[in-house]
């Protein structure tokens, strides 16, 4: 089947099966290997990619239900000019082995999307789905309430 996908601003062709988790398009196909496969069962969040601006577990999507624009850590922000978020990650030193960070940080960015200012209580319900094995949890909900704080100055 040939689809054309709008990622990171950018158009792609590919011609794969419709089954085809969306993970595995970006990876093996565009060459996007900021997003991780951690489980393939959409529980524990490497994978988490923007749909819309939604985010979704791009294992569990397959090619032919993804419902708009993608994007993917490596459109969230540049080198030169990072995203709050990935900001914020960098300034708490978040990351510890960092596996699990990308997806991490585009949960983050769909929660403050929808929420410019979430209590802890908030932030945790939000993130209970993306799983750090290191325990960086409470570096990532000051890292979020950081680029909240941020976003809102700007």
Not at 49 to 74: F, K, M, P
Request: charge should be negative.
């Amino acid at each position: 089947m040939s689809t054309t996908l709008r990622i990171n601003g950018k158009s792609h062709q590919v011609d794969l099966p419709e089954d085809v988790p969306l993970l595995w398009v970006l990876r093996d196909e565009i060459g996007l290997t900021g997003t991780k496969f951690g489980c393939g069962v959409a529980a524990c969040g490497a994978c988490t990619v923007h749909i819309d601006g939604a985010a979704a577990r791009s294992c569990q999507v397959a090619l032919s239900d993804v419902w708009g624009e993608v994007t993917t850590i490596e459109g969230l922000g540049t080198p030169d000019a990072m995203a709050a978020i990935q900001q914020a990650w960098v300034e708490h030193q978040v990351a510890q082995c960092g596996y699990c960070q990308s997806g991490q940080i585009m949960q983050a960015a769909s929660l403050l999307a929808e929420n410019p200012a979430p209590s802890d209580a908030e932030i945790d319900e939000a993130m209970q789905g993306n799983l750090c094995r290191c325990g960086t949890y409470p570096r990532i909900r000051a890292a979020i309430h950081a680029a909240a704080q941020k976003m809102q100055e700007a």
